[in-house]
């Protein structure tokens, strides 16, 4: 019987080859890797409606950065086994928190991870609601048609309105989108969405 990490590390491998691939088809300058697919039509949906109001000047497509699946385990192996090393480009990661209350701690994995990838040169970005299907707004959910139940920033959104609310995110304008990123820290406003953007979309130039 083989190593248990085997099935990993030839996932790994595979995956790395892939993206090594894409990266190179698309001639990314930098790589963001997030959770799944939906992830990725959720930040460039984000993105790319903040550029059309004027709030970026570009999007991830006109900065060649690339944003890439990862999923859990693989994300989880990427880290712990050092292969971050091996990217030649700048980088960064994004996970949701999975946080099922304001009491909830973030995991210690997931701050472990940050340290590392930070350590590395990458920015990582733990989100502080529960997952990017908390940041769609109540008033768009409502224009799909769907029932409005009610729901707070670490509702698990998939079991309350269905495995594909994320898409909602493409009815939402940037007002709303504004809206829900918006947070206050040591009396200073953010907007965590379009700023965890920015910061990827800085990624190319800050290329040593």
């Given at each position: ?120 040169g990458g920015r990582f970005f733990i989100l502080r609601k529960r997952e990017i299907e908390n940041y769609l707004h109540p ?70």
């Amino acid at each position: 019987m083989g190593d248990p990490g085997d099935w990993q590390d030839a996932a790994f491998e595979a995956w790395l080859a892939q993206a090594e691939m894409e990266w190179s088809r698309e001639a990314y300058y930098a790589a963001v890797f997030v959770e799944g697919p939906d992830d990725i039509m959720f930040w460039k949906t984000v993105a790319s409606k903040l550029k059309q109001a004027g709030y970026l000047k570009a999007d991830f497509d006109d900065e060649q950065v690339g944003l890439l699946p990862s999923g859990g385990d693989l994300l989880s192996h990427w880290i712990s086994s050092g292969a971050i090393q091996r990217l030649a480009r700048r980088f960064g990661v994004v996970v949701d928190s999975d946080r099922k209350n304001p009491c909830h701690n973030v995991s210690s994995k997931k701050l472990n991870w940050k340290q590392t990838c930070e350590k590395a040169g990458g920015r990582f970005f733990i989100l502080r609601k529960r997952e990017i299907e908390n940041y769609l707004h109540p008033d768009a959910i409502a224009r799909t048609g769907r029932e409005l139940l009610p729901y707070d920033d670490f509702t698990d959104m998939k079991s309350a309105f269905g495995p594909n609310i994320v898409k909602v995110i493409d009815e939402m304008t940037v007002e709303e989108i504004l809206e829900m990123d918006s947070y206050e820290e040591d009396d200073v406003s953010h907007h965590e969405l379009k700023e965890i953007v920015e910061a990827f979309l800085a990624l190319p130039g800050s290329w040593p």
